[in-house]
């Protein structure tokens, strides 16, 4: 690296400094906000310094929220429960579809591979709404509506653009020459994608997969439209907090918390296969 | 087996890289397939190993027809320039691929796949993945993997390419024995010559125009079809002199440094037409001026290489020529000399095409008339 000037290396340290802060200060106040009563949230001016209480998260865990109004129930668990079965479920369909998908598209040339490829990305281009409004219809005449199996359907529109064509270029970046020289050595084309395009393309379909599942949680519009109370992730779940009596602070951050435990664990778990080189060194550049 | 191509075409897009190959390969023969990059050598290779299709024509092996047989079923042992080792598999898992496609009992595999690895001295580095080998070790298990199987036609493309120049050199001792052991007909891509050379019992020289000769080592080098192979083969490169064939006292003669070099009769019949005239510089030798057919030169600069001197002269007209002669055998190095060459080892080409032009037995009287 190039010698760099104490001013230059002051200024990269003060940048550095203000972007972290402004990605960070939202999650580690969110974080505090868990542990605080709604009083001490509200409280002008707002301090760092508070008794910190898990009562959020208990009325979270039991579904019994206290407000001054009374006692409300929540089914937060079972939002949190239908998120991770949604998410889970729609990334694993959408493997299982969109990784040969995406292998086709990157390997076999066909008469309109491009046209089709391109038509499944353009579902990411139109708003979720405009295909909403005609699913509900049909949802409720097919009796999908309010039901996983449809939710996880309609997922598919986030899950599967995303699946292909990420994975299509992972695909695509395996040299030829490595399936080339197992198909030689005496193996079939599905024995090659088994055990030759698969593997090796697998920090591709472990990225695709975590940030379609990102994607899938994170769904608002689609479950808040198609799906009740006892469907909903806790996207649509966080609502509840928004109650007669104002809106609950603490418990709305403990849910957040909650919420973003699960995808912040993938990543980082998932990290070292984003990471990891593709290749491994086989071919000679 | 033998392999049968006829008018093979293909096209990637617009790019036309074969337009109508024909070649023949026997059984057991090797046949090296030599010429620049750009040529479509491995094109032709991975034709016949079924990993792309021909636009046109037919690929016939032991006269079967070999148009949508899937490669996996063709039985065919190929290395890739690249090596193409499969990362995620250690060298073992690497050379055992064509035995498991096979079905082979564990024992028999791991049999085989030691007795290959021995053979090409990587045992020792069996349960290392490809990232962890060395180029060279990388070559040998790509080598060995398709040895391994012991197919009946191996496909070699160009794999000393990118290893250093100490085992390539090793290897194009070793290789010979090693191919001739397995009992296989082999096509091997290079652009060495020597390895051409080394290896081949027969060469195909290929350029992008296509096949331009295909022949034994010897023919090639002593016959070349034209000046651009000529060139390619022998190391100093042939001299290429400018000639006009012309009738000297009852001999078809050149004159090569204002002295009448003789050319052989059947020549005859070109005189006075535009030629090169292609000397090897091992065919030509120092003489002692005033003995028969002797040119005048001035040595320019000697070069001692390891096995051979090689001399850079100039002939009177300001031409250069160049002499090579075995290491330790005495010659001029300065001043004034004097060379001669073989006539029968003179080849003479067409100065417009580049052609070689072959030498024609017939009557003298007919040709001077």
Same mark, same amino acid.
């Given at each position: ?285 | ?18 337009? $109508?190959?024909?070649?023949? &390969? =026997?059984?057991?023969? %090797? ?5 620049? /990059?750009?040529?479509?050598? #491995? !094109? ?45 598999? $250690?060298?073992?898992?690497? &050379? =055992?691929?064509?035995? %498991? ?5 564990? /024992?028999?595999?791991?049999? #085989? !796949? ?256």
């Amino acid at each position: 690296m190039d010698t760099v000037s104490p001013i230059e290396r002051f200024l990269r340290g003060t940048a550095i400094t203000l972007v972290c802060l402004f990605f960070m200060f939202p999650i580690i106040w969110i974080f505090l906000m868990s542990f605080q009563s709604n009083e001490t949230i509200l409280r002008v001016p707002p301090s760092v310094v508070f008794s910190p209480t898990l009562e959020n998260y208990t009325a979270l865990i039991t579904g019994k929220l206290e407000t001054q109004a009374g006692s409300l129930d929540i089914d937060f668990m079972g939002n949190l429960f239908n998120s991770l079965f949604l998410s889970t479920a729609s990334v694993l369909l959408g493997l299982v579809l969109g990784v040969p998908a995406a292998y086709a598209f990157a390997r076999l040339k066909f008469r309109g591979s491009e046209d089709i490829a391109f038509t499944l990305l353009s579902f990411r281009f139109a708003p979720p709404l405009l295909v909403l409004l005609p699913l509900t219809i049909y949802f409720q005449q097919l009796g999908l509506a309010n039901t996983y199996g449809g939710l996880i359907w309609v997922y598919q529109l986030i899950v599967l653009p995303l699946i292909l064509w990420i994975v299509r270029g992972y695909f695509e970046d395996i040299p030829a020459d490595i399936e080339y020289a197992y198909r030689i050595a005496g193996h079939d084309f599905w024995s090659t994608f088994w055990r030759i395009a698969l593997p090796l393309a697998g920090p591709g379909i472990a990225a695709a997969g975590l940030l379609s599942f990102i994607f899938a949680w994170n769904n608002f519009v689609f479950a808040l439209v198609l799906a009740s109370a006892d469907k909903q992730p806790v996207t649509v779940g966080a609502l509840a907090f928004v109650t007669a009596s104002g809106i609950q602070y603490g418990q709305v951050a403990a849910g957040i918390v909650l919420s973003i435990a699960p995808t912040f664990a993938l990543a980082v778990y998932a990290q070292r296969y984003l990471v990891e080189g593709l290749s491994l060194g086989a071919v000679k550049g | 087996m033998s392999i049968e191509l006829s008018n093979i075409r293909k096209a990637f897009k617009a790019n036309t890289v074969l337009a $109508d190959v024909s070649l023949s &390969i =026997a059984k057991g023969e %090797t046949l090296v397939l030599f010429g620049p /990059s750009g040529a479509g050598k #491995t !094109v032709l290779l991975r034709l016949i190993a079924g990993v792309i299709e021909p636009d046109a024509g037919q690929i016939r092996v032991n006269g079967r027809d070999m148009a949508g047989v899937e490669p996996e079923d063709r039985g065919i042992g190929m290395a890739f320039q690249n090596f193409a080792l499969f990362p995620h598999m $250690d060298a073992f898992a690497n &050379i =055992a691929a064509p035995l %498991t496609a096979r079905r082979q009992s564990k /024992s028999v595999m791991k049999e #085989t !796949v030691e007795k290959v690895a021995r053979l090409l001295k990587i045992d020792h580095v069996l349960h290392h993945k490809p990232k962890e080998l060395s180029n060279g070790q990388k070559q040998r298990t790509a080598l060995a993997r398709a040895l391994s199987a012991a197919p009946s036609i191996l496909l070699l493309d160009d794999p000393l390419r990118n290893v250093d120049a100490k085992l390539r050199f090793e290897m194009r001792l070793e290789l010979p024995r090693l191919l001739k052991d397995q009992n296989a007909t082999v096509i091997y891509v290079t652009q060495d010559y020597k390895e051409a050379m080394a290896l081949g019992h027969r060469i195909a020289v290929m350029t992008a125009h296509g096949i331009q000769q295909v022949g034994t080592p010897e023919e090639i080098y002593l016959t070349p079809a034209n000046t651009d192979i000529a060139r390619l083969f022998g190391d100093p490169v042939i001299n290429l002199l400018d000639v006009r064939p012309e009738w000297q006292g009852g001999q078809v003669v050149a004159m090569v440094s204002d002295r009448p070099v003789r050319l052989l009769d059947q020549y005859t019949s070109q005189i006075g037409r535009d030629c090169i005239l292609g000397l090897r510089p091992e065919s030509l030798h120092f003489v002692a001026e005033g003995s028969p057919g002797a040119i005048p030169v001035e040595i320019e600069t000697e070069t001692p290489l390891n096995e051979k001197t090689v001399t850079l002269a100039l002939t009177l007209r300001g031409r250069e020529i160049m002499i090579s002669r075995p290491a330790g055998t005495p010659g001029p190095a300065s001043g004034q000399a004097h060379i001669a060459l073989n006539a029968a080892s003179a080849v003479l080409f067409d100065r417009a095409t580049g052609q070689r032009i072959a030498p024609v037995r017939h009557s003298m009287n007919e040709a001077v008339a």
